[in-house]
């Protein structure tokens, strides 16, 4: 969920990037700083502080995905706008779902009431949480996703589990066997999100043979609003244009909902959502599609059940030695500078790890993300080529 605006639309031409940088990493703010200019929108996207990617994406709908070091401010009109989000909006943003018939359910994440922030699976047992689910009587979703990629959800009807829908776009027992094989527990996060029972219908709805596209070319909002609400039906009804995709949803001829995401950030401040709604109304040449939905009257709960996610018990012989620790440690500070220590801690941090007790597993997982922090490609070589040299079976 956006959380809120720290600056916005500064001029480009007198913002201090290395100053706005340094006060990401001291408030260690999950976020985005967005740079607009006439041509394209350039984001920068932070996590505990840390940019771990920058995106552009051009007017006509292009993206481009790059390493954060090679974001740079240009020299021309543009302004620039630093807002504090949660992680799994700039999950939706990377994910960037937009078609209810191809996406299902996925186009919607994250979108409810948070239940439950974002938090590290390894820290639970996802299992569990399906009885905290049941004992509140959830009427929404659970969401399992990493730092840049949206997992999974499960669906939740008063409590109960009814659908289950997998980051790759399966569904049912396909969903749970790709959550299986997908997640990792100092890799992943899981939130969860309650929702009005009209709305969730659509979410466990939106399946394989439960969403048809109408052939009809609709000129106007209007015209698709008039054939919806005369018929009865159950729809969705798309615009889209620059960026900007506007939802409406409509429960057997009723508006119950409308949705606004913008460059793939789903909107919840209801000015923002008007602005960006008539905006995309009034855009020459905006893209009208309807899709009707066959709704599920009645819902059979499903028995999910994920694979042990709790970080398995290290055994001696597992066991990284405290040595060969240290050694890996010494490797990154010595690439990446005074900086390397502190995003050492932050990285077992963030993974849910003990230095005192890593694994084999652990150790190969927390050498890649280690890699991936260090800037330069050269330096990132030299750090596999140090790492190789005493945990061989690691790289």
């Known amino acids: 969920m956006l959380k809120r605006t720290v600056f916005r639309e500064l001029d480009v031409n007198v913002l201090n990037l290395e100053n706005v940088l340094r006060e990401v990493n001291r408030r260690e703010l999950t976020g985005f700083l967005r740079v607009v200019y006439w041509d394209k929108d350039d984001f920068l996207l932070f996590s505990g502080g840390l940019p771990f990617k920058a995106v552009t994406v051009r007017s006509d709908g292009r993206r481009i995905s790059y390493e954060p070091q090679n974001f740079r401010l240009e020299p021309r009109d543009g302004n620039a706008t630093l807002v504090e989000t949660s992680l799994d909006d700039l999950v939706a943003f990377q994910e960037y779902r937009h078609s209810p018939e191809r996406d299902g359910a996925l186009v919607f994440f994250p979108y409810g009431t948070v239940v439950q922030e974002p938090v590290s699976v390894g820290f639970l047992d996802i299992n569990r949480q399906f009885l905290l689910a049941q004992r509140s009587h959830l009427y929404g979703y659970m969401a399992l996703f990493t730092e840049e990629n949206l997992i999974g959800l499960v669906i939740f009807h008063g409590g109960l589990p009814v659908a289950v829908v997998g980051g790759n776009g399966t569904f049912g027992e396909s969903a749970v066997d790709y959550i299986n094989s997908t997640l990792v527990p100092a890799e992943s996060r899981m939130s969860m999100y309650s929702l009005e029972p009209e709305l969730l219908s659509f ?27 005369s018929e009865g039906r159950s729809a969705v009804v798309l615009m889209e244009s620059e960026g900007i995709y506007r939802y409406d949803l409509f429960f057997q001829g009723q508006h119950v909902e409308r949705v606004v995401k913008d460059r793939g950030f789903p909107v919840t401040d209801e000015e923002e959502k008007g602005r960006l709604s008539l905006k995309v109304e009034n855009i020459p040449g905006r893209k009208i599609s309807l899709y009707e939905i066959r709704l599920i009257d009645k819902v059979s ?23 060969l620790v240290d050694q890996v440690r010494s490797a990154f500070v010595e690439e990446m500078g005074p900086l390397g220590r502190l995003l050492w801690d932050r990285t077992l941090e963030s993974m849910g790890f003990r230095e005192t007790s890593l694994n084999r597993k652990q150790m190969r997982l927390l050498v890649d993300r280690l890699r991936k922090e260090i800037p330069e490609e050269e330096a990132g070589r030299r750090f596999a080529r140090k790492i190789k040299e005493f945990l061989p079976d690691i790289i």
Do not use: H, I, N
């Open 301 to 323: 709960p499903l028995e999910v059940v994920f694979e042990s996610t709790a970080v398995a018990s290290e055994t001696s012989d597992l066991r990284v030695p405290q040595e």
């Open 203 to 229: 979410l466990y709805s939106l399946r394989p043979g439960g969403v048809s596209r109408v052939d009809s070319v609709f000129m106007t909002y209007q015209e698709a609003e008039s054939y919806v609400v």
